[in-house]
Protein backbone atom coordinates (compact mmCIF):
# COMPACT_ATOMS: atom_id res chain seq x y z
CA UNK A 1 0.00 0.00 0.00
CA UNK A 2 1.54 3.50 -1.13
CA UNK A 3 0.11 6.52 -1.77
CA UNK A 4 -3.45 7.26 -2.30
CA UNK A 5 -4.38 7.55 -5.75
CA UNK A 6 -7.04 6.85 -8.48
CA UNK A 7 -7.76 3.11 -8.54
CA UNK A 8 -10.55 3.03 -11.42
CA UNK A 9 -11.78 5.86 -13.35
CA UNK A 10 -15.03 5.77 -15.89
CA UNK A 11 -16.70 8.15 -18.00
CA UNK A 12 -20.28 8.82 -19.75
CA UNK A 13 -21.22 11.65 -22.32
CA UNK A 14 -24.91 11.29 -23.79
CA UNK A 15 -25.69 10.24 -27.25
CA UNK A 16 -26.67 12.93 -28.82
CA UNK A 17 -24.92 16.13 -30.11
CA UNK A 18 -25.90 19.71 -31.67
CA UNK A 19 -24.27 21.56 -33.67
CA UNK A 20 -23.14 25.23 -32.97
CA UNK A 21 -24.19 26.39 -36.37
CA UNK A 22 -27.90 24.98 -35.38
CA UNK A 23 -28.65 26.93 -32.34
CA UNK A 24 -26.72 30.07 -33.82
CA UNK A 25 -29.11 29.37 -36.66
CA UNK A 26 -31.84 29.33 -34.53
CA UNK A 27 -30.70 32.80 -32.98
CA UNK A 28 -29.84 34.72 -35.94
CA UNK A 29 -26.18 34.85 -35.46
CA UNK A 30 -23.29 33.46 -37.50
CA UNK A 31 -22.45 30.33 -36.40
CA UNK A 32 -18.89 30.72 -37.92
CA UNK A 33 -18.33 34.13 -36.04
CA UNK A 34 -19.19 32.05 -32.29
CA UNK A 35 -17.50 28.39 -33.47
CA UNK A 36 -14.67 31.05 -33.73
CA UNK A 37 -15.11 32.83 -30.58
CA UNK A 38 -15.97 30.01 -28.51
CA UNK A 39 -13.53 27.28 -30.02
CA UNK A 40 -16.09 24.90 -29.74
CA UNK A 41 -18.23 23.18 -32.60
CA UNK A 42 -21.12 20.94 -31.08
CA UNK A 43 -21.81 19.65 -27.78
CA UNK A 44 -23.33 17.20 -26.11
CA UNK A 45 -27.31 17.14 -25.36
CA UNK A 46 -28.75 14.23 -22.79
CA UNK A 47 -32.14 12.50 -23.99
CA UNK A 48 -35.16 13.19 -22.47
CA UNK A 49 -34.65 9.92 -19.98
CA UNK A 50 -31.51 11.10 -18.79
CA UNK A 51 -29.89 13.32 -16.23
CA UNK A 52 -27.27 13.65 -13.76
CA UNK A 53 -28.13 10.82 -11.32
CA UNK A 54 -27.98 8.59 -14.95
CA UNK A 55 -25.00 10.04 -16.07
CA UNK A 56 -23.18 9.50 -12.77
CA UNK A 57 -24.30 5.55 -12.30
CA UNK A 58 -23.37 4.95 -16.05
CA UNK A 59 -19.89 6.39 -15.32
CA UNK A 60 -19.39 4.64 -11.85
CA UNK A 61 -20.29 1.30 -13.27
CA UNK A 62 -17.63 1.40 -16.15
CA UNK A 63 -15.59 2.59 -13.90
CA UNK A 64 -16.55 -0.47 -11.17
CA UNK A 65 -16.06 -2.82 -14.36
CA UNK A 66 -12.57 -1.81 -15.08
CA UNK A 67 -11.86 -1.96 -11.23
CA UNK A 68 -12.41 -5.31 -9.94
CA UNK A 69 -13.27 -4.71 -6.75
CA UNK A 70 -16.55 -5.53 -4.84
CA UNK A 71 -18.74 -2.60 -4.68
CA UNK A 72 -19.22 -3.44 -0.84
CA UNK A 73 -15.74 -2.07 -0.19
CA UNK A 74 -16.47 1.25 -1.20
CA UNK A 75 -16.72 3.44 1.49
CA UNK A 76 -18.39 6.84 0.53
CA UNK A 77 -19.96 8.01 -2.61
CA UNK A 78 -19.69 11.97 -3.30
CA UNK A 79 -21.54 13.13 -6.57
CA UNK A 80 -20.62 16.77 -7.48
CA UNK A 81 -22.89 18.40 -10.14
CA UNK A 82 -24.73 21.61 -10.34
CA UNK A 83 -27.70 19.90 -11.64
CA UNK A 84 -29.01 17.36 -9.63
CA UNK A 85 -32.57 15.68 -10.30
CA UNK A 86 -33.55 16.58 -6.86
CA UNK A 87 -33.26 19.98 -5.14
CA UNK A 88 -33.35 17.69 -1.85
CA UNK A 89 -32.78 14.01 -2.06
CA UNK A 90 -29.39 12.85 -3.11
CA UNK A 91 -27.97 11.60 -6.50
CA UNK A 92 -25.55 9.72 -4.33
CA UNK A 93 -28.18 7.53 -2.88
CA UNK A 94 -29.57 6.19 -6.16
CA UNK A 95 -26.04 5.56 -7.40
CA UNK A 96 -25.29 3.50 -4.70
CA UNK A 97 -28.02 1.63 -4.47
CA UNK A 98 -27.90 0.84 -8.83
CA UNK A 99 -24.07 -0.08 -8.29
CA UNK A 100 -24.80 -1.87 -5.38
CA UNK A 101 -22.53 -0.35 -2.69
CA UNK A 102 -25.24 0.32 -0.20
CA UNK A 103 -26.06 0.11 2.93
CA UNK A 104 -22.60 0.85 4.98
CA UNK A 105 -21.26 3.80 3.25
CA UNK A 106 -21.63 7.63 3.59
CA UNK A 107 -23.20 9.63 0.72
CA UNK A 108 -23.41 13.20 -0.17
CA UNK A 109 -24.29 15.42 -3.20
CA UNK A 110 -21.77 18.46 -3.73
CA UNK A 111 -22.15 21.67 -5.86
CA UNK A 112 -19.70 23.86 -6.30
CA UNK A 113 -20.99 25.13 -10.02
CA UNK A 114 -17.69 23.35 -12.36
CA UNK A 115 -15.83 21.37 -9.85
CA UNK A 116 -17.63 20.03 -7.42
CA UNK A 117 -16.23 16.45 -8.76
CA UNK A 118 -13.01 17.70 -7.87
CA UNK A 119 -13.62 18.47 -4.37
CA UNK A 120 -15.81 15.29 -4.65
CA UNK A 121 -11.57 13.21 -5.09
CA UNK A 122 -10.13 15.81 -2.27
CA UNK A 123 -12.60 14.53 0.44
CA UNK A 124 -12.46 10.83 -0.27
CA UNK A 125 -8.28 11.06 -0.42
CA UNK A 126 -9.02 12.72 3.01
CA UNK A 127 -11.10 9.60 4.14
CA UNK A 128 -8.88 6.97 2.97
CA UNK A 129 -5.64 9.12 4.10
CA UNK A 130 -7.44 9.10 7.68
CA UNK A 131 -7.71 5.29 7.28
CA UNK A 132 -12.06 5.91 7.07
CA UNK A 133 -12.87 3.95 4.14
CA UNK A 134 -11.06 1.56 1.96
CA UNK A 135 -12.21 2.91 -1.10
CA UNK A 136 -14.15 6.11 -2.20
CA UNK A 137 -16.09 7.00 -5.08
CA UNK A 138 -15.99 10.64 -6.30
CA UNK A 139 -17.78 11.77 -9.47
CA UNK A 140 -18.79 15.40 -11.73
CA UNK A 141 -20.82 14.93 -13.29
CA UNK A 142 -23.78 17.77 -14.79
CA UNK A 143 -26.90 18.26 -17.32
CA UNK A 144 -25.91 21.87 -17.77
CA UNK A 145 -28.78 24.28 -18.18
CA UNK A 146 -28.79 27.11 -20.11
CA UNK A 147 -31.43 29.95 -20.89
CA UNK A 148 -32.60 30.05 -24.44
CA UNK A 149 -30.78 32.44 -26.49
CA UNK A 150 -28.29 32.96 -24.14
CA UNK A 151 -24.41 32.90 -24.44
CA UNK A 152 -24.24 29.83 -22.30
CA UNK A 153 -26.36 27.74 -24.58
CA UNK A 154 -23.81 27.40 -27.49
CA UNK A 155 -21.30 25.20 -24.55
CA UNK A 156 -23.81 23.80 -21.60
CA UNK A 157 -23.64 20.65 -21.90
CA UNK A 158 -23.84 16.66 -20.12
CA UNK A 159 -21.45 13.99 -19.05
CA UNK A 160 -19.34 12.87 -16.09
CA UNK A 161 -16.67 10.90 -14.83
CA UNK A 162 -16.23 9.01 -11.68
CA UNK A 163 -13.21 8.17 -10.13
CA UNK A 164 -12.47 5.13 -7.88
CA UNK A 165 -10.01 6.56 -4.87
CA UNK A 166 -7.76 3.87 -2.73
CA UNK A 167 -4.53 2.82 -1.72
CA UNK A 168 -4.71 -0.34 -3.15
CA UNK A 169 -4.18 -1.12 -7.29
CA UNK A 170 -3.55 2.52 -7.73
CA UNK A 171 -3.19 3.54 -11.33
CA UNK A 172 -2.14 7.12 -10.83
CA UNK A 173 -0.47 8.25 -7.41
CA UNK A 174 -1.92 11.57 -6.38
CA UNK A 175 1.24 13.99 -5.10
CA UNK A 176 -0.28 16.71 -3.78
CA UNK A 177 -3.81 18.83 -3.83
CA UNK A 178 -4.06 22.42 -3.14
CA UNK A 179 -7.56 24.77 -3.56
CA UNK A 180 -7.47 28.14 -4.15
CA UNK A 181 -11.07 29.60 -3.16
CA UNK A 182 -12.87 33.18 -2.42
CA UNK A 183 -16.12 34.46 -3.34
CA UNK A 184 -16.32 35.70 -6.45
CA UNK A 185 -20.07 36.07 -7.88
CA UNK A 186 -19.05 35.70 -11.69
CA UNK A 187 -21.83 32.69 -11.99
CA UNK A 188 -24.58 31.62 -10.42
CA UNK A 189 -28.00 30.26 -9.94
CA UNK A 190 -30.90 31.36 -7.72
CA UNK A 191 -32.69 28.81 -5.49
CA UNK A 192 -35.90 27.36 -7.54
CA UNK A 193 -34.71 28.99 -10.55
CA UNK A 194 -34.20 26.99 -13.76
CA UNK A 195 -31.34 29.03 -15.15
CA UNK A 196 -28.48 30.38 -14.20
CA UNK A 197 -27.05 33.95 -14.93
CA UNK A 198 -23.67 35.12 -15.15
CA UNK A 199 -21.44 38.37 -14.98
CA UNK A 200 -20.46 37.88 -18.94
CA UNK A 201 -16.55 38.94 -19.40
CA UNK A 202 -16.10 39.22 -15.41
CA UNK A 203 -16.25 35.46 -16.14
CA UNK A 204 -12.84 35.78 -17.23
CA UNK A 205 -9.65 38.15 -15.08
CA UNK A 206 -11.09 37.76 -11.40
CA UNK A 207 -12.98 34.77 -11.77
CA UNK A 208 -11.62 31.33 -14.04
CA UNK A 209 -7.89 33.30 -14.58
CA UNK A 210 -7.34 34.29 -11.35
CA UNK A 211 -8.52 31.04 -9.73
CA UNK A 212 -6.67 28.41 -12.12
CA UNK A 213 -3.46 30.21 -12.08
CA UNK A 214 -3.39 30.52 -8.40
CA UNK A 215 -4.04 27.00 -7.42
CA UNK A 216 -1.58 25.79 -10.54
CA UNK A 217 1.03 27.91 -9.29
CA UNK A 218 0.88 27.32 -5.63
CA UNK A 219 0.64 23.35 -6.52
CA UNK A 220 3.61 23.83 -8.31
CA UNK A 221 5.29 25.90 -5.62
CA UNK A 222 4.17 23.29 -3.04
CA UNK A 223 5.54 19.96 -5.39
CA UNK A 224 8.71 22.20 -6.25
CA UNK A 225 7.51 21.50 -10.35
CA UNK A 226 7.84 23.69 -13.38
CA UNK A 227 5.17 23.26 -16.27
CA UNK A 228 7.99 20.71 -18.57
CA UNK A 229 7.72 18.50 -15.49
CA UNK A 230 4.30 17.41 -16.65
CA UNK A 231 3.31 15.16 -19.52
CA UNK A 232 -0.33 16.45 -19.53
CA UNK A 233 -2.12 19.32 -17.98
CA UNK A 234 -5.91 19.91 -17.80
CA UNK A 235 -8.08 22.68 -16.97
CA UNK A 236 -11.59 23.45 -16.88
CA UNK A 237 -13.01 24.19 -20.21
CA UNK A 238 -15.94 26.40 -20.13
CA UNK A 239 -15.65 26.81 -23.85
CA UNK A 240 -12.38 26.07 -26.24
CA UNK A 241 -10.38 29.14 -25.77
CA UNK A 242 -9.96 29.46 -22.02
CA UNK A 243 -8.30 26.19 -21.31
CA UNK A 244 -5.61 27.33 -23.94
CA UNK A 245 -5.26 30.95 -22.93
CA UNK A 246 -4.31 30.15 -19.34
CA UNK A 247 -2.53 27.41 -20.55
CA UNK A 248 -0.17 29.55 -22.17
CA UNK A 249 -0.06 32.13 -19.28
CA UNK A 250 0.94 29.10 -17.22
CA UNK A 251 3.73 28.24 -19.37
CA UNK A 252 2.18 24.91 -20.73
CA UNK A 253 2.01 23.59 -24.37
CA UNK A 254 -0.44 22.94 -26.63
CA UNK A 255 1.03 19.16 -27.00
CA UNK A 256 0.40 19.18 -22.83
CA UNK A 257 -3.24 20.23 -23.22
CA UNK A 258 -4.24 18.47 -26.21
CA UNK A 259 -5.13 15.32 -24.88
CA UNK A 260 -7.82 16.26 -22.32
CA UNK A 261 -9.33 19.32 -23.87
CA UNK A 262 -12.75 17.93 -25.30
CA UNK A 263 -14.64 21.11 -24.92
CA UNK A 264 -14.87 22.00 -28.75
CA UNK A 265 -16.05 18.40 -29.13
CA UNK A 266 -18.74 18.06 -26.49
CA UNK A 267 -19.15 21.38 -24.82
CA UNK A 268 -18.64 22.16 -21.52
CA UNK A 269 -19.97 18.94 -19.18
CA UNK A 270 -19.18 21.54 -15.90
CA UNK A 271 -18.21 19.04 -12.80
CA UNK A 272 -17.50 16.65 -15.84
CA UNK A 273 -15.35 18.91 -17.67
CA UNK A 274 -12.15 18.62 -16.14
CA UNK A 275 -12.83 14.97 -14.82
CA UNK A 276 -13.80 13.61 -18.12
CA UNK A 277 -10.40 15.48 -19.31
CA UNK A 278 -8.49 13.61 -17.09
CA UNK A 279 -10.41 10.34 -18.34
CA UNK A 280 -9.28 10.61 -21.55
CA UNK A 281 -5.38 11.57 -20.86
CA UNK A 282 -5.67 8.71 -18.53
CA UNK A 283 -6.97 6.42 -21.58
CA UNK A 284 -3.55 7.16 -23.08
CA UNK A 285 -1.20 7.73 -20.46
CA UNK A 286 1.83 5.35 -19.93
CA UNK A 287 3.89 4.31 -16.98
CA UNK A 288 5.68 7.32 -15.13
CA UNK A 289 4.06 9.87 -16.73
CA UNK A 290 2.98 13.02 -14.74
CA UNK A 291 -0.33 15.20 -15.04
CA UNK A 292 -1.64 18.13 -13.87
CA UNK A 293 -5.62 18.77 -13.36
CA UNK A 294 -6.37 22.41 -12.18
CA UNK A 295 -10.55 22.58 -11.79
CA UNK A 296 -12.56 25.99 -11.70
CA UNK A 297 -15.81 26.25 -10.16
CA UNK A 298 -17.45 29.53 -10.39
CA UNK A 299 -18.08 30.97 -7.35
CA UNK A 300 -15.15 30.83 -7.47
CA UNK A 301 -12.77 28.67 -6.55
CA UNK A 302 -10.01 25.63 -8.25
CA UNK A 303 -8.96 22.51 -7.15
CA UNK A 304 -4.99 21.44 -8.43
CA UNK A 305 -3.98 18.03 -8.11
CA UNK A 306 -0.24 16.46 -8.94
CA UNK A 307 -0.77 13.51 -10.25
CA UNK A 308 1.96 10.15 -11.59
CA UNK A 309 0.66 7.32 -13.32
CA UNK A 310 2.56 4.08 -11.75
CA UNK A 311 2.97 0.80 -14.00
CA UNK A 312 -0.61 -0.57 -12.38
CA UNK A 313 -1.99 1.12 -15.54
CA UNK A 314 -0.76 -1.39 -18.02
CA UNK A 315 -2.65 -4.18 -16.75
CA UNK A 316 -5.52 -1.99 -16.27
CA UNK A 317 -8.49 -3.64 -18.16
CA UNK A 318 -9.41 -0.38 -19.78
CA UNK A 319 -11.26 -2.44 -22.64
CA UNK A 320 -14.25 -3.45 -20.00
CA UNK A 321 -15.23 -0.15 -20.73
CA UNK A 322 -16.01 2.95 -22.94
CA UNK A 323 -12.92 5.35 -23.70
CA UNK A 324 -13.47 9.10 -23.48
CA UNK A 325 -12.62 9.14 -27.23
CA UNK A 326 -14.81 5.93 -27.83
CA UNK A 327 -18.28 8.18 -26.31
CA UNK A 328 -16.85 11.11 -28.05
CA UNK A 329 -17.27 9.37 -31.58
CA UNK A 330 -20.18 7.34 -30.42
CA UNK A 331 -23.04 10.38 -31.91
CA UNK A 332 -26.27 11.11 -33.13
CA UNK A 333 -27.25 15.15 -34.44
CA UNK A 334 -29.92 16.90 -32.99
CA UNK A 335 -31.61 19.49 -34.45
CA UNK A 336 -33.00 23.02 -32.33
CA UNK A 337 -35.88 21.80 -32.41
CA UNK A 338 -35.61 18.06 -30.94
CA UNK A 339 -32.96 19.88 -28.41
CA UNK A 340 -35.73 22.39 -27.27
CA UNK A 341 -37.88 19.25 -26.41
CA UNK A 342 -34.92 16.80 -24.42
CA UNK A 343 -34.00 20.07 -22.55
CA UNK A 344 -37.67 21.16 -22.13
CA UNK A 345 -37.46 24.09 -23.29
CA UNK A 346 -40.87 23.37 -24.96
CA UNK A 347 -43.33 23.61 -22.49
CA UNK A 348 -45.96 20.45 -22.27
CA UNK A 349 -47.65 19.36 -19.35
CA UNK B 1 -49.38 15.46 -2.68
CA UNK B 2 -47.82 12.66 -5.17
CA UNK B 3 -46.09 9.86 -3.90
CA UNK B 4 -48.69 7.12 -4.56
CA UNK B 5 -46.43 5.04 -5.93
CA UNK B 6 -43.51 5.29 -4.26
CA UNK B 7 -43.56 2.06 -1.83
CA UNK B 8 -44.39 0.24 -4.85
CA UNK B 9 -41.17 1.65 -6.90
CA UNK B 10 -39.12 1.94 -4.00
CA UNK B 11 -39.70 -2.31 -3.64
CA UNK B 12 -38.81 -2.90 -6.63
CA UNK B 13 -35.46 -1.18 -6.60
CA UNK B 14 -33.36 -4.13 -6.53
CA UNK B 15 -35.07 -5.58 -9.76
CA UNK B 16 -34.88 -1.74 -11.47
CA UNK B 17 -31.95 -1.03 -10.80
CA UNK B 18 -29.87 -3.83 -10.85
CA UNK B 19 -31.61 -6.86 -12.15
CA UNK B 20 -31.21 -9.00 -9.34
CA UNK B 21 -34.27 -11.87 -9.87
CA UNK B 22 -34.50 -15.30 -7.97
CA UNK B 23 -32.99 -18.78 -8.51
CA UNK B 24 -34.98 -21.65 -7.41
CA UNK B 25 -32.31 -24.28 -6.12
CA UNK B 26 -33.97 -27.39 -6.75
CA UNK B 27 -34.43 -27.12 -10.65
CA UNK B 28 -31.84 -24.08 -11.06
CA UNK B 29 -35.08 -21.88 -13.38
CA UNK B 30 -34.52 -18.25 -13.03
CA UNK B 31 -37.19 -15.53 -12.64
CA UNK B 32 -37.79 -12.13 -13.14
CA UNK B 33 -39.24 -10.18 -11.65
CA UNK B 34 -38.58 -12.21 -8.08
CA UNK B 35 -40.80 -15.20 -7.24
CA UNK B 36 -41.70 -16.65 -3.36
CA UNK B 37 -41.81 -19.36 -4.96
CA UNK B 38 -41.35 -21.92 -7.91
CA UNK B 39 -44.19 -22.83 -10.20
CA UNK B 40 -42.42 -26.31 -10.74
CA UNK B 41 -40.94 -27.30 -7.54
CA UNK B 42 -43.76 -25.52 -5.26
CA UNK B 43 -43.44 -26.65 -2.20
CA UNK B 44 -40.24 -28.01 -2.02
CA UNK B 45 -38.97 -25.11 -2.93
CA UNK B 46 -39.65 -22.76 -0.28
CA UNK B 47 -36.86 -21.02 1.18
CA UNK B 48 -34.50 -21.99 -1.64
CA UNK B 49 -35.31 -19.73 -3.92
CA UNK B 50 -32.86 -17.42 -3.78
CA UNK B 51 -31.56 -13.79 -5.30
CA UNK B 52 -29.26 -13.52 -8.30
CA UNK B 53 -28.02 -10.40 -10.24
CA UNK B 54 -28.47 -10.91 -14.11
CA UNK B 55 -26.11 -10.33 -16.15
CA UNK B 56 -28.06 -7.50 -18.12
CA UNK B 57 -27.19 -8.82 -21.64
CA UNK B 58 -29.21 -10.23 -24.23
CA UNK B 59 -30.60 -10.38 -27.51
CA UNK B 60 -33.46 -8.99 -28.84
CA UNK B 61 -37.05 -11.44 -29.57
CA UNK B 62 -38.88 -8.85 -30.94
CA UNK B 63 -40.04 -5.17 -30.91
CA UNK B 64 -42.49 -2.77 -32.19
CA UNK B 65 -42.14 0.91 -32.13
CA UNK B 66 -44.86 2.80 -30.28
CA UNK B 67 -45.99 6.20 -32.32
CA UNK B 68 -48.91 6.85 -29.70
CA UNK B 69 -47.28 6.60 -26.46
CA UNK B 70 -48.93 6.90 -22.79
CA UNK B 71 -48.78 10.42 -21.45
CA UNK B 72 -45.58 10.24 -19.49
CA UNK B 73 -43.56 8.78 -22.48
CA UNK B 74 -44.90 11.69 -25.30
CA UNK B 75 -41.91 13.52 -25.69
CA UNK B 76 -39.96 10.03 -26.72
CA UNK B 77 -41.92 8.94 -29.54
CA UNK B 78 -41.52 7.62 -31.60
CA UNK B 79 -38.99 5.05 -29.49
CA UNK B 80 -39.16 0.78 -29.59
CA UNK B 81 -39.85 -1.41 -26.84
CA UNK B 82 -38.66 -4.93 -26.95
CA UNK B 83 -38.79 -8.33 -25.22
CA UNK B 84 -34.97 -9.61 -24.46
CA UNK B 85 -34.21 -12.66 -23.53
CA UNK B 86 -31.17 -12.23 -21.04
CA UNK B 87 -28.22 -14.57 -20.73
CA UNK B 88 -29.87 -16.36 -18.18
CA UNK B 89 -32.84 -17.37 -20.29
CA UNK B 90 -35.20 -15.29 -18.80
CA UNK B 91 -36.82 -12.76 -20.81
CA UNK B 92 -38.10 -8.90 -19.80
CA UNK B 93 -39.92 -5.95 -21.30
CA UNK B 94 -38.17 -2.78 -21.89
CA UNK B 95 -37.25 0.06 -24.05
CA UNK B 96 -34.67 0.15 -26.26
CA UNK B 97 -32.69 3.38 -26.48
CA UNK B 98 -29.81 5.06 -28.01
CA UNK B 99 -30.55 3.09 -31.37
CA UNK B 100 -31.29 4.48 -34.98
CA UNK B 101 -34.79 2.73 -35.01
CA UNK B 102 -34.21 1.87 -38.98
CA UNK B 103 -30.78 -0.07 -37.52
CA UNK B 104 -33.34 -2.03 -34.62
CA UNK B 105 -33.64 -6.09 -35.47
CA UNK B 106 -34.37 -9.14 -33.86
CA UNK B 107 -31.55 -10.81 -32.29
CA UNK B 108 -29.81 -7.61 -31.94
CA UNK B 109 -27.81 -7.95 -29.23
CA UNK B 110 -28.17 -5.34 -26.16
CA UNK B 111 -27.28 -4.20 -22.83
CA UNK B 112 -28.78 -2.65 -19.77
CA UNK B 113 -28.59 0.98 -18.95
CA UNK B 114 -29.37 3.23 -16.22
CA UNK B 115 -32.01 5.34 -17.39
CA UNK B 116 -35.29 7.60 -16.10
CA UNK B 117 -38.28 5.24 -16.12
CA UNK B 118 -41.33 8.05 -15.34
CA UNK B 119 -42.31 10.42 -12.51
CA UNK B 120 -44.78 11.69 -10.01
CA UNK B 121 -45.07 14.92 -12.38
CA UNK B 122 -43.24 17.87 -11.49
CA UNK B 123 -43.03 17.80 -7.80
CA UNK B 124 -43.30 14.12 -7.11
CA UNK B 125 -40.89 11.21 -7.12
CA UNK B 126 -38.41 10.40 -10.44
CA UNK B 127 -38.30 7.01 -10.92
CA UNK B 128 -35.24 4.88 -12.28
CA UNK B 129 -34.08 2.04 -13.81
CA UNK B 130 -33.54 -0.03 -16.70
CA UNK B 131 -33.97 0.19 -20.67
CA UNK B 132 -31.52 -1.46 -22.94
CA UNK B 133 -29.24 -0.30 -25.56
CA UNK B 134 -27.35 -2.48 -28.44
CA UNK B 135 -23.75 -3.80 -27.25
CA UNK B 136 -21.05 -1.53 -27.64
CA UNK B 137 -17.71 -2.76 -28.61
CA UNK B 138 -14.53 -1.15 -26.53
CA UNK B 139 -11.70 -2.88 -27.70
CA UNK B 140 -9.10 -0.12 -28.07
CA UNK B 141 -8.22 0.60 -31.31
CA UNK B 142 -5.12 2.78 -30.55
Known amino acids: MGKVGIVSYGAFIPIHRIKVDDIAKTWGRDGETIKKSLGVYEKSVPSLDED ?28 GSESHPYAVKPTGTIVGEAIGATPSLMVADYEFACKAGTAAIQSCMALIETGMIKYGLA ?29 DGVIAEINGTYSFTTDTPDFWRREGRKYPAHGGRF ?16 LMEKMGTKPEDYDYAVFHQPNGKFPRAVAKMLGFKEDQIKHGLL ?8 SGSSLLGLAAVLDVAKP ?24 AIESFPKEKAPTVSQLINRKNYIDYAIYAKYRDILYWE | MGGEAVSRFWREIPQRYNLIGTK ?20 KSIGKMEEVKLSGRGKIVTYTIIHVPPKKFEGQAPY ?30 VEATFRRIQDDGWTGAIYYGYKFRPVEKHEDKK
Do not use: W
Open chain 1, 203 to 218: TGSPAYFRHIINATKC
Open chain 2, 24 to 43: CKVCNRIYFPQREVCPFCRR
Open chain 1, 52 to 79: TATISVEAARHALARAGINPKEIGAIYV
Open chain 1, 139 to 167: IGADTAQAAPGDALEYTAAAGGAAFIIGK
Open chain 1, 288 to 311: GERILLTSYGSGAGSDSFDITVTD
Open chain 2, 80 to 109: AVAVVELEEGVRVTSQIVDCNLDKIKIGME
Open chain 1, 263 to 270: CPFIGNTY
